[in-house]
């Protein structure tokens, strides 16, 4: 008998899982709040530490609050001397987003308060110590890979200036630091995204906070999720002139594959965080390289005009991870660390996120249709012929479809 329930669509589309106090898209009116604030209100005006307050503690901090929290995450700032022993071990080709994975995962293994039965508690302590040590990791990888002695991290710069420091050495100027900053908190959290998901359902197994964002990081890679924005930078590279453009989004299209950062599973509108990427890029070529900004520019005018013409009726607009790309590659920061750059500002949503489903857990377990063969007799080896089951290479047939 098939497993009874209601059967949703594929990929749960509109299928509504769960409850946040976090964070809220509004897809058709193409808005985000974090705890009710809307991003077109912190982008500008909070940094991403007060976004870090606002989704671990409930309220955005007052100024000795945020003092406090700066101190506690400068203070979490050094890894683990195996780690970066480790990290020197690893070939210096390895895919940053691998690396840091695996480091994050890493990283229970040497925190102080380990407890003897194995299990971190997932509570804001750990969180502030995760978000803290996310982004030495990228960079002291950045460092290694290059061949480089890591740079000790700064407890006295913001995440986005020690990050920056710790890849060059120098104090970035404010308008680099800034924009990394005003980066960070549009990606801090988006509702039950997939990764974020994944980190609740960890998290509800009771696993530990380790475990959840690990589980996070591995969801978050997919190019339909966290991996776009890397792939976006190949596409303008490989466009290399804005008059390029409308072509290369007709031979994609006609190869059936899709425009990286472009797209969106809430928003029928415009991302609402792209309008803010949208003009770091601009302002951060204009006062480096201002093509990437326009290639970027004439690459979404050409796709929306593409689409609308090969789609009609479906309304796809570039989502985040569009300008992403020209933003974080104006700052320096190359393509392959983007998704890794993602992660440094979504383990604050991550965290918070584990906290909120242990706060009211219930194991997260669904139901899935069985398709398979109805009950077979089973058959013993001795008795199951040279070709059973398998076509003539050897490869196992498919299971005929149940009735
Ligand atoms: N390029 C071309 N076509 C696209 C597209 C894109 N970027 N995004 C969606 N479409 C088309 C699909 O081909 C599909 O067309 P069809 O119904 O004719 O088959 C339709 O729009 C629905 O797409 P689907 O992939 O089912 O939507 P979704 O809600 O599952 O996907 C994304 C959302 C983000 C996965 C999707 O838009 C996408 O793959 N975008 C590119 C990758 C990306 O930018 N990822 C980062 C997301 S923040």
């Not at 409930?58 to 995450?73: F, S, Y």
């Not at 993602?342 to 909120?356: L, N, Q, V």
Request: glycine share 8%.
């Amino acid at each position: 008998m098939p497993t009874s329930g209601t059967v949703v669509d594929r990929g749960l589309e509109g299928v509504v899982v769960g409850s946040t106090e976090l964070s809220n898209v509004e897809g058709r009116e193409g808005r985000l709040t974090y705890r009710g604030y809307d991003i077109h209100d912190l982008a500008p005006h909070a940094s991403f530490e007060e976004v870090v307050y606002l989704l671990l503690f409930g309220q955005l901090p007052n100024k000795h609050q945020l003092d406090d929290l700066k101190a506690r995450m400068g203070a979490n700032r050094m890894l683990a001397q195996p780690l970066l022993d480790w990290m020197e071990l690893v070939p210096k080709t390895a895919w940053p987003m691998d690396v840091l994975r695996t480091a994050v995962s890493g990283l229970a293994l040497y925190t102080p308060f380990q407890p003897a039965d194995g299990w971190h508690p997932s509570n804001p302590r750990t969180a502030i110590m995760l978000i803290a040590k996310t982004p030495i990791i990228v960079a002291a990888w950045d460092r290694i890979r290059r061949g480089l002695e890591p740079i000790e991290p700064r407890v006295d710069l913001s995440t986005a200036g020690n990050f920056l420091y710790m890849r060059s050495g120098e104090v970035p100027i404010k308008e680099a630091e800034h924009a990394l900053d005003t980066y960070l908190v549009l990606l801090a959290d988006h509702s039950y995204n997939a990764s974020t998901f994944s980190a609740r359902v960890t998290a509800s197994t009771r696993a530990d906070m380790f475990a959840a964002a690990t589980a996070a990081l591995a969801t978050l890679e997919g190019d339909l999720h966290g991996g776009a924005p890397g792939k976006v930078m190949a596409m303008l590279q490989e466009i290399g002139k804005p008059e390029r453009a409308e072509q290369y989004v007709r031979d994609l299209l006609a190869r059936g594959e899709k425009i990286m950062g472009m797209g969106h599973r809430e928003y029928k509108v415009r991302d609402p965080r792209a309008q803010h990427l949208e003009e770091m890029a601009k302002e951060l070529g204009e006062a480096s390289d201002p093509k990437w900004y326009e290639l970027a520019r004439a690459l979404e005018d050409a796709a929306r005009k593409v689409l609308q013409e090969a789609k009609p009726g479906k309304p796809i607009y570039a989502n985040v991870e569009f300008y992403t790309a020209p933003t974080l590659y104006s700052l320096g920061i190359p393509a392959d660390e983007f998704t890794c750059m993602f992660s440094c500002g979504r383990m604050a949503g991550w965290t918070a996120h584990i906290i909120e489903q242990l706060s009211d857990n219930r194991l997260i377990r669904p139901q899935a249709t069985y398709t398979g063969p109805a009950v077979m007799p089973f058959t013993p080896i001795e008795e199951r012929g040279r070709n059973n089951g398998s076509s003539s290479n050897g490869v196992p047939k498919a299971s005929p479809a149940r009735p």
